[in-house]
Each structure stands twice: as structure tokens, then as C-alpha cells.
């Protein structure tokens, strides 16, 4: 007993205080790395931003260099242990003192001195070794490890066996991984599209994309949820968590409402949920998908645009070019501005839909924003002088309008949720007034208007979630999930959709009714179940089963790892075809 015992203690417990020190050393590197380029953003936890993100990174790094690098000397130990705890007072993040606390315990054990019973140099036991193993099992190791002591450190330790060191390795990596997958993270294949553009399915000519969930994570609105599908758990389900528990909810005119106010994205967020709807490919497509007004200012040009307003009639006068592709009533739009001449003119561009118009007024003193119950002066972006360029954006979803330049956004205001004499319909329009500009490279984009297929009010009960795809239109989520209900005579009831995903490649049906009124199926629990007509009190179907609950929630998904793509085709286009990438 005691020769199985005692490899796999000292595999648990190192025989040296350099070995203990270094192997916590290299998990604490390990974290360092994890915390500066995988962790997710969350509170009190280090990462919340990117300062604290730093902070904590660098921590784990100066404690894990002290642990490896200090030779087992115990002041080494002591100043990793220091480096952990001010870390975690800086972040703030309480776990680093649980990464202390642990560091010292683990270390403190390889103290405990080894048993003499396999020392040659003495020959036989002495008295204190033959009382440790006198009292058998893990106490007669421990009380060993006492009675080296006694006989000092002057011999050098002899080198562990090969045995030993196998199992010592297996027994770290098995633990490791299973506390890892049970606790921390999860690697998950996505099938479908459901959350496309965002993260990718299978498709005819491309992998599905793989991702890690984070699990001990406080959730969002907005967070992306791996959860178990609350109809069949047997199957996972990836989309956007977009209804709390307690909230009453509600999806109009494509936004969310929580509430009774309107829920809006956060910056983050809202720029990974742009769709894009007009990005010319070809220099025809200029005239094609634009108007230019009646005024005869602008002048559509292979592959741009040009406008010279300054003989326009009036010095109030605007010259618009109207976009005629199809934008929502949310939407952005970005393109290049070049100024011929330094003329104190103005640029404006105008969005509308909902009945809402918001316009950006810019020239050589600054910017101005007007929209519902808003008008207000933009810091940080203006018209140039002559020869001057600039890529210009500005957008309009949630009620809020952020302008951006150069691709980085400068200003965000928040504006009524009232209608101001804009279009129901979403329009696009970029206009001049006693200027001459040449505009080039226009983007247009759509943010997700959730579809009003399905239910769109929603009661959440204290434990529920709304989970929505951002594939609005083909997405399988909180607004069509319907199922059978089976109630029993005894008072029991049973829930079951008619069609399940059981793997990820087939869906079958997973609920019958039989010939003599009974039913079969396979319930939420992934459980077969049979009903005689004389045991069911009802079967309802078609019930809207529209939420997921606190248990079935797996993690939060945080960063997409594979597929890599081909060095060719990374070559050709690696913004598009670079699919790993942290999730927002």
C-alpha cells in the first residue's frame, strides 16, 4: 500500500521547495498570458479594463519569474507571493490572493522533509522513519518526511525515477484539464449560421468556426452564450443574450425595449453588429446606387463622386447625393473626403428613418449634431484645408449617433426616442453647400433589426435569459421556440419540441403521437418517454417555450480559435478571411 501511496503523493507534493517553487511559477506564467490576450472583460476579476488588465497581467509575470527563477529560496517564494497580492490590490482582483494563498500552501508542503527509508548511504530505518511508517498510509509518509529531517541535508537529493516523474506529469495534466474544462473554459464547434456574420457555421466550402467559452462569468445583455437548448439539452445552442431575468421585454421596430425604454448597444458591441449592405465592387455601381439632386452640383464620376456647390444657387443652398441602397432605419455610412479648395463651405450628412433624422454639420470651426431633442457641437472633427483628406463616418441605431474619423470613433450623444419629421423608411444623404469636394470609397451598413417572426414580448421569469441570433431571419431562438406540453394524471408535465438537433449534423423528430391516442417522444431531458391515452390528463401543443434558465447557461464565448486560414488565401484578403479573433 505504502509503495502505491508515496509515488503519487510526492507527484501531488514535490519533494523540494525548487520544483514546488517552479511548477506554480509556470502556471502563473501561464495565466499571465491567458489574462493579456484570452480573459474576458469582467468586474473585480483584474480585466475590467485595460489598465487593470496590465496590472494583473504584469503580476503574474513578476511572481512567476520570482517562483522560477529564485532557486527555491524561500525569499523568492516570498516576493512572488507579494507580487500576487499588490497586484491584486491595484486591479482590483480578488482571485490573485487565492492564487497567493494557494501558492503558499503548495510550497509550504515540499518543506515537509522526506522519509530516509530509501537512502542507501544509512542502510536501514532509523527509529523515527520505522515509527512513520508504523503508522500507516499518507500519516506514516508525513511523519517520515520528520524523521529526515533529523539527519540534516547533507547529502544531495537523489534524482526521482522515471516512474515518478510519469506520474507526476499525467497526474498534473489530467487534474489540470479536468478542473480547466470543468471550471474554466470549453471548446465548442458551431454547426449552423444562426449567429452569422459574427461567428460562422459549416458551409459548403468552409469549416465551422471554434470557440472558447468562459465559465465562471457573470452574464450581460449582449454577452455571447453557449447554453444547453432548454427543449432538448442534449444539444448546445450559441447566440446573444439579449433579456434578464425580472425584465419585461419587448422587440418593435427591430430594437429591444426593456422595460419600456429602449435598450442600446454598448460601443463594442454595436460595432461588431454592422451589416454591410453597399460596398462598390465596381466603378458602375456609383451611378447605379446613387442620386444626385436637381440642382446638377454633383457629378457621378468611375469609381467617386464630385461635387462643386460653390456657384450654387444661394449661399444657403445644399446639394445632396441621395443613396439609393437599401438601408434600415438604423444605419452608418463612411467614406473618403477630399477638398480640392480651401473654400469655408460645409459638409453635411443626414440619416434618417423611423421618423427621425439626425444630421452632422461640419466646416473649418468644427462639427454639429441636430437630431431628436438633440443639437450639439462635435469636438474633434472638422473640414481641412484645400487638399486635405479624411475618412468620415457617422451613424445612427439605438437612438444614439456616433461620428467617426479615420476609422476610430470621436463622439457619441444620445438622442430622444421621438419622431422629428425624418422618413419612415431609412435614407442616406451626403450634402454640400458653397463647397467642392470628391468623395470615394463610400460603405454603407445596416445594424440588426430583430425580426418580429415569433413571439416578441417577453415576461422574464428570476431565472430566464432571451437569447436571440444575430441572424435575424434564420435563426432558431427565444422567438420561436415552441414545444409540446404532456401533463400526466398523477400531476406531472413533459416537455418536447416535435424536431431536435441530436447531432450536429441531423435533426429528427423527437415527439409522435401514437395510433391509440397515446404519445412517444424524448423529452427536454433527452430522456424517452411513453404515455398510454389512460396516463395523460392533456397535450397541449405549439406552446411558446421562450426562455433559457440559470442551470442551462454553459459560458460565456469569448474568443473564436480555429479555422485558420490558408496561407493563400490570407494572402489575398486577411481582414476577411482571418477568422480567430476575440467575440464581443
Not at 445644399?318 to 444605419?331: N, S, T
Request: glycine letters at 10%.
Amino acid at each position: 500500500m505504502i509503495a502505491i501511496l508515496r509515488p503519487l503523493f510526492d507527484a501531488l507534493f514535490p519533494p523540494s521547495l525548487a520544483r514546488a517553487a517552479g511548477r506554480v511559477g509556470m502556471i502563473c506564467f501561464v495565466l499571465a498570458v491567458c489574462v493579456a490576450v484570452l480573459f474576458p472583460s469582467a468586474a473585480r476579476a483584474g480585466t475590467e479594463v485595460p489598465t487593470a488588465r496590465l496590472v494583473t497581467a504584469a503580476a503574474l509575470a513578476l511572481a512567476g519569474a520570482a517562483l522560477t527563477f529564485g532557486s527555491g529560496r524561500i525569499v523568492a517564494v516570498g516576493a512572488g507571493v507579494a507580487a500576487l497580492a499588490v497586484g491584486a490590490l491595484l486591479a482590483p482582483a480578488g482571485w490573485l490572493l487565492l492564487v497567493a494563498g494557494g501558492t503558499c500552501i503548495y510550497c509550504a508542503s515540499a518543506v515537509l522533509p522526506r522519509a530516509a527509508s530509501s537512502r542507501p548511504a544509512r542502510g536501514a530505518f532509523d527509529g523515527t522513519d520505522a515509527a512513520g511508517l508504523a503508522g500507516g498510509g499518507l500519516a506514516g509518509i508525513v511523519v517520515g518526511r520528520v524523521g529526515d529531517a533529523a539527519h540534516g541535508d547533507d547529502e544531495p537529493e537523489a534524482k526521482p525515477e522515471a516512474a515518478q516523474e510519469m506520474i507526476e506529469a499525467l497526474a498534473t495534466a489530467l487534474v489540470l484539464a479536468l478542473v480547466v474544462r470543468e471550471f474554466g473554459f470549453e471548446a465548442f464547434k458551431i454547426p449552423t449560421g444562426s449567429m452569422e456574420p459574427t461567428i460562422l457555421g459549416d458551409g459548403r466550402d468552409r469549416k465551422g468556426d471554434r470557440l472558447l467559452a468562459f465559465k465562471p462569468v457573470a452574464y450581460r445583455r449582449w454577452d455571447i452564450v453557449v447554453f444547453k437548448f432548454p427543449l432538448f439539452r442534449n444539444t448546445n445552442y450559441i447566440k446573444r443574450l439579449i433579456g434578464l431575468p425580472g425584465e419585461h421585454l419587448e422587440l418593435r421596430g427591430g430594437d429591444v425595449y426593456v422595460n419600456g425604454a429602449i435598450a442600446s448597444k454598448p460601443d463594442d458591441v454595436q460595432e461588431v453588429m454592422w451589416r454591410k449592405v453597399f460596398e462598390p465592387k465596381a466603378d458602375s455601381e456609383w451611378v447605379a446606387d446613387f442620386e444626385p439632386d436637381a440642382q446638377g452640383a454633383w457629378k457621378l464620376r468611375q469609381g467617386f463622386a464630385e461635387a462643386d456647390a460653390r456657384n450654387a444657387a444661394g449661399t444657403d443652398s445644399v446639394a445632396w447625393l441621395q443613396a439609393r441602397f437599401g438601408f434600415e432605419e438604423d444605419q452608418r455610412i463612411s467614406f473618403d473626403v477630399e477638398l480640392p479648395n480651401g473654400a469655408p463651405g460645409q459638409l453635411l450628412v443626414s440619416l434618417e428613418g423611423g421618423k427621425r433624422r439626425c444630421e452632422l454639420e461640419l466646416d473649418e470651426r468644427g462639427g454639429k449634431l441636430t437630431g431628436p431633442g438633440l443639437d450639439v457641437s462635435v469636438a474633434g472633427v472638422r473640414l481641412g484645408g484645400a487638399g486635405s483628406k479624411v475618412r468620415l463616418g457617422f451613424s445612427m441605431s439605438d437612438r444614439i449617433s456616433r461620428v467617426y474619423v479615420n476609422g476610430r470613433q470621436v463622439a457619441s450623444f444620445a438622442h430622444a426616442d421621438s419622431a422629428n419629421g425624418g422618413l419612415d423608411q431609412g435614407r442616406v444623404r451626403i450634402g454640400v453647400k458653397n463647397q467642392a469636394v470628391v468623395i470615394r470609397n463610400v460603405i454603407g451598413e445596416n445594424d440588426v433589426q430583430y425580426g418580429n417572426n415569433g413571439t416578441t414580448t417577453f415576461d422574464i421569469p428570476a431565472d430566464g435569459y432571451v437569447m436571440l441570433g444575430d441572424n435575424t431571419w434564420s435563426s432558431r431562438d427565444s422567438r420561436m421556440w415552441n414545444a409540446n406540453v404532456v401533463r400526466t394524471k398523477d400531476g406531472r408535465e413533459f416537455v418536447a419540441p416535435d424536431y431536435a438537433r441530436v447531432t450536429e449534423e441531423r435533426e429528427e423528430s423527437v415527439f409522435r403521437s401514437l395510433p391509440d391516442g397515446g404519445v412517444e417522444m424524448t423529452d427536454s431531458h433527452g430522456v424517452p418517454r411513453r404515455f398510454t391515452k389512460d396516463e395523460i390528463e392533456s397535450v397541449r401543443k405549439n406552446v411558446a417555450q421562450p426562455f433559457a434558465y440559470k442551470d442551462d447557461l454553459v459560458g460565456r464565448a469569448f474568443v473564436i480559435f480555429f479555422p485558420w486560414p490558408s496561407s493563400m488565401d490570407f494572402l489575398q484578403n486577411p481582414v476577411r478571411d482571418f477568422r480567430p479573433r476575440l467575440l464581443r
